[in-house]
Antibody, heavy 112, light 112 residues
């Protein structure tokens, strides 16, 4: 069964850093396109980042230069390193396998 | 960026009646290989989005046949043949032919 489970969210002060993880099962992260999508409270869906199976990475303009997507092939896990966090980064962050299978999400709250 | 515009923003449907949601993209989603990278999702209250329809008209695994998708190029439609209480939530369209991946603003479906 295909499953992705996010972790690592929490309350962080503006300017701080957080690393999200996404543990995958039922498929291999490294041979799939993997994405992060976020949803601010009461708002719609916003694509954040993608890592292709070949390793290329791309980011939304709103997070470029601050967020880094990566994967740990040995642990079949996807990560999102988030630096210089801002209040507007507050959202539920979803890990998806090329937008077909989604996790339950992890909440990131940026507030002082 | 490709803009995805959904209509209506919300709809209220009597159980057993049909429902229809439209999504228009600002650019064609038809790729040179003949595939159209257009998708429909349902986000039930308190849950993560789930894929309903991929590549315009293909139902994802486990999705009941009361859901159907149609359209081409820039105009797409999701039809629900008989609405039930479990169909309540927000429906999103999405394109992934071009980065950034973009979503419609969502259509909220409620039961009368």
């Amino acid at each position: 069964e295909v499953q992705v489970v996010e972790s690592g969210g929490g309350l962080i002060q503006p300017g701080g850093s957080l690393r999200l993880s996404c543990a995958a099962s039922g498929f291999t992260v490294s041979t799939n396109y993997m994405t992060w999508v976020r949803q601010a409270p009461g708002k719609g869906l916003e694509w954040v980042s993608i890592i292709y199976s070949g390793g290329s990475t791309y980011y939304a303009d709103s997070v470029k230069g601050r967020f880094t997507i990566s994967r740990d092939n040995s642990k079949n896990t996807l990560h999102l390193q988030m630096n210089s966090l801002r209040a507007e980064d507050t959202a539920v962050y979803y890990c998806t396998r090329w937008a077909d299978y989604w996790g339950q999400g992890t909440l990131v709250t940026v507030s002082s | 960026d490709i803009v995805m515009t959904q209509t209506p923003h919300s709809l209220s449907v009597t159980p057993g009646q049909p429902a229809s949601i439209s999504c228009k993209s600002s650019q064609s989603l038809l790729q040179s290989d003949g595939k159209t990278f257009f998708y429909w999702y349902l986000q039930r209250p308190g849950q993560s989005p789930q894929l309903l329809i991929y590549e315009v008209s293909n139902r994802f695994s486990g999705v009941p046949d009361k859901f159907s998708g149609s359209g081409s190029g820039t105009d797409f439609t999701l039809n629900i043949s008989r609405v039930e209480a479990e169909d309540v939530g927000i429906y999103y369209c999405m394109q992934r032919i071009q980065l950034p991946i973009t979503f419609g603003q969502g259509t909220r479906l409620e039961i009368k």
